[in-house]
C-alpha cells in the first residue's frame, strides 16, 4: 500500500470509527508494540489513547509520565526525535523513560492554530528501526489525528473551542 493509500485509510478509518481505531490502524504498520497520543498538560504528558499489540493493560508508566522523564521532551525541544536503541543513545542516558523503553519515534499533534497540544509516538521495549516511509505516515498522520483529537478535546470541554488573542493583535 503506497503512502497516499495509507493516509486515506487512516482518514477513512478516523471518520468512520474513531481515534482508538486510527490509532490501532498505525500501530499495524509498524513492528512497536506501542503507539500512542499524548496531551502536553503543564509539564506532564496525560496519554489520550495507547493501541497495544498485545492488547493488555497500560502499563502506568504509559498513563502519565513527567515531561522531564519522557522521550517526548526532545520531541517538545527539535520537533521530532527518534531512539531506535536507547541504551545505545547518549542523548537519553538521564531519562528515565530509557529504564523500561529501547525504542521512541515521535512527532508534533498541532492544533488549528498551530500550537503544539501533544505527541504521537511509537513505543517499544527492545531496540527497533522506524523506515523512512513509515516515518513519513507518521508525521502525515500526526496532522489528521490532530484535528481529531482537537474535535474530541473541544467536545469533552477539556479545551475551549476559540483562541482568545491578547488585544495587542487583534
Same mark, same amino acid.
Given at each position: 500500500?503506497?503512502?497516499?493509500? +495509507?493516509?486515506?485509510?487512516l482518514?477513512?478509518?478516523l471518520?468512520?470509527?474513531?481515534?482508538? +481505531?486510527?490509532?490501532?490502524?498505525?500501530? +499495524?504498520?509498524? &513492528?512497536?508494540?506501542? $503507539?500512542?497520543?499524548?496531551?502536553? @498538560? /503543564?509539564?506532564?504528558? @496525560?496519554?489520550?489513547?495507547?493501541?497495544?499489540?498485545? %492488547?493488555?493493560? $497500560?502499563? *502506568?508508566?504509559?498513563?502519565?509520565?513527567?515531561? #522531564?522523564?519522557?522521550?517526548?521532551?526532545?520531541?517538545?525541544?527539535? %520537533?521530532i526525535?527518534?531512539?531506535?536503541?536507547?541504551?545505545?543513545?547518549?542523548?537519553?542516558?538521564?531519562?528515565?523513560?530509557?529504564? &523500561?523503553?529501547? &525504542?521512541?519515534? %515521535?512527532?508534533p499533534?498541532?492544533?488549528?492554530? /498551530?500550537?503544539?497540544?501533544?505527541?504521537?509516538?511509537?513505543?517499544?521495549? @527492545?531496540?527497533?528501526?522506524?523506515?523512512? #516511509? *513509515?516515518?513519513?505516515?507518521l508525521?502525515?498522520?500526526?496532522?489528521?489525528?490532530?484535528?481529531?483529537?482537537?474535535?474530541?478535546?473541544?467536545?469533552?470541554? +477539556?479545551? #475551549?473551542?476559540?483562541?482568545?488573542?491578547?488585544?495587542?493583535?487583534?
Open positions: 500500500m503506497s503512502s497516499a493509500e +495509507a493516509l486515506q485509510n482518514e477513512q478509518v471518520e468512520q470509527s474513531g481515534i482508538q +481505531a486510527g490509532i490501532t490502524l498505525l500501530n +499495524a504498520r509498524v &513492528a512497536h508494540r506501542y $503507539t500512542c497520543v499524548y496531551q502536553l @498538560k /503543564g509539564n506532564v504528558l @496525560k496519554s489520550l489513547y495507547l493501541c497495544d499489540k498485545l %492488547g493488555e493493560l $497500560t502499563p *502506568e508508566s504509559l498513563q502519565s509520565v513527567p515531561l #522531564e522523564d519522557s522521550f517526548c521532551q526532545f520531541m517538545l525541544r527539535d %520537533g526525535f527518534a531512539t531506535f536503541s536507547s541504551s545505545h543513545d547518549e542523548r537519553v542516558d538521564d531519562v528515565k523513560a530509557a529504564d &523500561a523503553f529501547e &525504542a521512541y519515534v %515521535g512527532v499533534l498541532l492544533d488549528r492554530f /498551530g500550537d503544539l497540544f501533544g505527541t504521537l509516538c511509537h513505543i517499544d521495549r @527492545k531496540a527497533l528501526d522506524l523506515s523512512a #516511509e *513509515e516515518f513519513s505516515i508525521e502525515k498522520s500526526a496532522r489528521l489525528i490532530s484535528r481529531h483529537v482537537e474535535r474530541a478535546l473541544i467536545a469533552a470541554g +477539556a479545551i #475551549e473551542p476559540t483562541k482568545v488573542l491578547p488585544a495587542a493583535q487583534v
